[in-house]
């Protein structure tokens, strides 16, 4: 998994609530398990036309946010089913930071196992970071994990809370297999005192 420290980048505006799992990776893009080459269907009923043409109506297909590493949302974020699709879309689409005033539990935990970080926000603090957004290209957000900053294009500044584990989780690049794998001389240890102890086991 790779390391958030620092991410500067576009914001894309998104002022819907409730965008369920479902919204962001439709159902027809779950017969894969692997993370890659999904970002193309991220959000396809709203991205795309019937015909399969680009919505030049939606956000991500506007010039100034085909490149968006940040996405400012509506109320309840990744509510829906469970599905882990949802975050490997928005990761393989480049977006490393949902900024929003609440989030799902299962789709809020299911972003920092993948490297994604999930910002909570008041209301008041949304409105300025959508406005912000809405800016366009030209207007960049800095979101700095290790100070837990957001710095808007004015140079105003936001700070947001985070469970400090998570937060050091992805400072370091730590999903659980990695964090499994520090504790290899422990597990090894324990496996050749039981093979000595319990040599029947």
């Given amino acids: 998994m790779d390391k958030f420290t620092t991410l500067t980048g576009v914001a894309a505006p998104l002022p819907i609530v409730n965008v369920d799992t479902d919204m962001i990776i439709p159902k027809d893009y779950l017969k894969t398990i692997k993370r890659t080459g999904l970002g193309t269907g991220l959000f396809s009923d709203m991205r795309y036309?019937?015909?399969?043409?680009?919505?030049?109506?939606?956000?991500?297909?506007?010039?100034?946010?085909?490149?968006?590493?940040?996405?400012?949302?509506?109320?309840?974020?990744?509510?829906?089913?469970?599905?882990?699709?949802?975050?490997?879309?928005?990761?393989?689409?480049?977006?490393?930071?949902?900024?929003?005033?609440?989030?799902?539990?299962?789709?809020?935990?299911?972003?920092?196992?993948?490297?994604?970080?999930?910002?909570r926000v008041s209301p008041q603090e949304l409105e300025k970071l959508m406005d912000d957004a809405e800016r366009g290209a030209n207007a960049t957000l800095t979101v700095d994990l290790e100070r837990q900053e957001i710095t808007g294009p004015d140079g105003g500044t936001i700070r947001f809370d985070i469970d400090p584990f998570r937060r050091h989780c992805l400072l370091n690049g730590l999903d659980d297999i990695a964090l499994t794998l520090e504790k290899t001389a422990a597990i090894d240890g324990f496996e050749k005192k039981l093979a000595e102890t319990r040599p029947w086991a």
């Fill in 49 to 119: 036309l019937e015909d399969g043409s680009e919505n030049p109506d939606f956000v991500l297909n506007k010039p100034a946010y085909r490149n968006a590493r940040i996405l400012v949302a509506g109320d309840n974020f990744g509510c829906g089913s469970s599905r882990e699709h949802a975050p490997w879309a928005l990761l393989d689409f480049g977006i490393r930071c949902v900024i929003s005033t609440s989030f799902a539990d299962i789709f809020y935990n299911n972003c920092f196992k993948n490297g994604i970080l999930p910002i």
